[in-house]
């Protein structure tokens, strides 16, 4: 089981946009937001990956290389956060360290790892 919930609905993430924290990079955005359900609830995570990030096999490999880089993250303090990541165009052509590092660096300049 993850140590994350899922965003699904296009209502949370139009509200993460508007009101949460950006971080963002050449290749990847990290939108973070805190819950309106409280600290302790588990984080949830959203992935925004366009067309022109390349085909559908391209971009659902990146999505779960995301989840990968996610699952070895320390997300304590993600809780009670909502977080969405947006991936632009080239990251579907970044290595799995390059992809790491962005992601990781994202993360650490919202705090959350």
Known sequence: ????????????????YRRGERAGSK????YALASSRGGESRPEVGFS???????????????RRCR???DAAPLGSCLGRRVVIVARAGAGELSFESL???LGAGLHRL???
């Open 49 to 63: 990956i366009g067309k022109g990030v390349g085909s559908a096999v391209v971009r659902n490999r990146l999505r």
């Open 27 to 30: 290749h990847l955005a990290v």
């Open 68 to 70: 990968t880089i996610l």
């Open 1 to 16: 089981m993850r140590a994350y919930g899922s965003l699904r609905r296009a209502a949370d993430f139009q509200r993460v």
């Open 111 to 113: 705090g959350l790892a």
């Open 100 to 102: 790491r590092a962005e």
